[in-house]
């Protein structure tokens, strides 16, 4: 597991670039777990589960987590499935927080 996991999500207020190159890439490997950055803009994964309960309970605890580090990601829950997409709206784009964040959630599934 990333140790991305173990830093506090700090959600980005603005005033800053997104991330892009280096930097992005570096993150990004240091995630894994099967996240894609999409066009350079944002984190995406899906989780799959062995009934609609189980990704039920699993958005709810990302909901919570949520609302407890003031960073809401976008959350597409179907059967047996939940697709989360990560990136920082006040810069249209990704930032560390992002990827601490997508950590965190790979520790709940």
């Known amino acids: ?7 506090e999500c700090i959600p980005c207020r603005g005033g800053v670039e997104p991330l892009t190159g ?3 890439a570096g993150l990004h490997g240091k995630l894994g777990n099967g996240w894609q950055v999409v ?3 944002h984190l995406e994964k899906t989780y799959t589960f062995a009934d609609f309960v189980q990704a039920l309970d699993f958005t709810n605890q ?3 987590l949520a609302e407890e580090v003031e960073h809401h990601p976008e959350i ?4 047996g499935r ?3 997409t990560f990136y920082t709206h006040k810069i249209d784009g990704l930032n560390e927080a992002d990827f601490v ?3 965190k959630a790979d520790r709940l599934a």
Do not use: Q
């Open 1 to 7: 597991m990333s140790d991305l996991a173990s830093r």
């Open 22 to 24: 280096e930097e992005l």
């Open 39 to 41: 066009d350079g803009h």
């Open 62 to 64: 990302l909901a919570a």
């Open 76 to 79: 597409c829950l179907t059967w």
């Open 82 to 84: 939940v697709r989360v």
């Open 101 to 103: 964040w997508a950590a």
